[in-house]
């Protein structure tokens, strides 16, 4: 680890796999080594479950570097970045954990690779702790591609708790975001009164 090392307490808040998964991202963005420890502290299963442990490596594996700690129910992970590298890439998460949630984890890096990326992920497409894969593709991905991003997703197959066995594909090219005004044109319903 180098000098610059951020340490983050992951019991922190809410303390679930959400601080994970945007340390690695910004550790990998900013090309700045991170320790995670107390992961999950607060969670009925503390630790990396299996979703939040394919997200580290699906990091691991976009930005190079070196990742310690990376086992399932680990409560501590290292990781120092080496390059973030586009390309292809498949991730398995070998349960229904959520596929989406790592999707968002890698597509900052995908978005800053030098080359187009294609990516599949299998695992969970529909589950009930994390974003649908209808509201990534109707909602998340409108706005970042409204921001001058370049996603395009499809689900190839569902995949729901407890079996998972869903599967998307990402393509994406290298692009940066920019400031829009998405929001104020997009059209909500009105609550009910």
């Known amino acids: 680890m180098g000098a610059h090392l951020i340490e983050i307490d992951g019991s922190h808040g809410e303390g679930g796999g959400q601080i994970v998964r945007t340390a690695l ?8 080594p991170v ?16 979703q939040h442990l394919m997200a580290a490596k699906a990091v691991r594996s976009v930005a190079r570097g070196t ?11 290292s990781y120092t970045p080496s390059g973030i590298i586009g390309g292809k890439y ?12 790592v999707a968002q984890t890698v597509l900052p890096l995908l978005l800053s690779a030098s080359k187009p990326s294609e990516v599949k992920i ?4 529909h589950n009930p ?16 591609n409204s921001m001058g991003c370049s996603v395009e997703a499809e689900m190839l197959r ?8 869903g599967e998307i594909r990402l ?11 998405y929001w104020t044109r997009v059209s909500f319903p009105k609550p009910r009164q």
Request: no cysteine; net charge positive.
């Open 129 to 144: 702790k994390a974003p649908s894969y209808d509201y990534f593709d109707r909602v998340f991905l409108p706005a970042l």
């Open 122 to 125: 299998t695992g969970g497409t």
């Open 171 to 181: 393509k994406v090219k290298p692009s940066k975001p920019k400031p829009t005004d």
């Open 25 to 32: 991202t910004l550790s990998a963005l900013t090309n700045t």
């Open 67 to 77: 990742l310690e700690g990376a086992e399932e129910n680990s409560h501590e992970l």
């Open 90 to 101: 498949e991730f398995n998460i070998g349960t229904a954990g959520s596929s989406i949630l």
């Open 158 to 165: 569902a995949g729901y708790y407890p079996s998972g066995g």
């Open 35 to 50: 320790r995670i420890f107390n992961i999950r502290a607060k969670r009925d299963k503390p630790g990396l479950r299996p």
